[in-house]
T-cell receptor
């Protein structure tokens, strides 16, 4: 299957600071990537669809000014959590598709103190 | 938009027995139904998928069935083994283009009892 990487794998930050998470497709080009958030023992909730060279499409209820997405190249999308608060602590996972099947990155565990 | 319901939320089966997880979806435009397995702290892994032009697909001990009329699809795991213990998610989407999103069910935590 296709390989998707994420960096960092975990991060701890202080409340009010911003954190950037990177998602890379390693062996294919991805014009579209997806960002999910997963709380403990819960499902994957789609946050937004990241489109290369254009604005991301956010799901209902997701604050676009808080979760900034940039997809500047065919292999890299970034998610920046701005002014993070403890309630933003979660597991953030990206995915990308070489065709129709989605392959997930290893996830980033964000803890906001 | 699409809504995917998954049952049960927790399932315990004796090792060697079969496990069945069921999902329903709401959007008739959905034609692609993947199943993911997620172990604790790890990424979801695609284990099998099915498209609406077939009713059943099998891969060794895993099979998936689809009833498009009723908007139901199910995952069947036979001869369960300890390593099958994980959380399983069903999902649904149009699955035509790589920018088609998929919507996940809430997951089923499968416990394989020794």
């Amino acid at each position: 299957g296709a390989v998707v990487s994420q960096h960092p794998s975990w991060v701890i930050c202080k409340s009010g600071t911003s954190v950037k998470i990177e998602c890379r497709s390693l062996d294919f080009q991805a014009t579209t990537m997806f960002w999910y958030r997963q709380f403990p023992k819960q499902s994957l909730m789609l946050m937004a669809t990241s489109n290369e060279g254009s604005k991301a499409t956010y799901e209902q209820g997701v604050e676009k000014d808080k979760f900034l997405i940039n997809h500047a190249s065919l292999t890299l999308s970034t998610l920046t959590v701005t002014s993070a608060h403890p309630e933003d602590s979660s597991f953030y996972i990206c995915s990308a598709s070489p065709q129709a099947e989605q392959y997930f990155g290893p996830g980033t565990r964000l803890t906001v103190t | 938009g699409e809504n995917v319901e998954q049952h049960p939320s927790t399932l315990s089966v004796q090792e060697g027995d079969s496990a069945v997880i069921k999902c329903t979806y709401s959007d008739s435009a959905s034609n692609y139904f993947p199943w993911y397995k997620q172990e604790l702290g790890k990424r979801p892994q695609l284990i099998i998928d099915i498209r609406s032009n077939v009713g059943e697909k099998k891969d060794q001990r895993i099979a998936v069935t689809l009833n498009k009329t009723a908007k139901h699809f199910s995952l069947h795991i036979t001869e369960t083994q300890p390593e099958d213990s994980a959380v399983y998610f069903c999902a649904a989407g149009e699955g035509v283009n790589r920018d088609d999103k998929i919507i996940f069910g809430k997951g089923t935590r499968l416990h394989i009892l020794p």
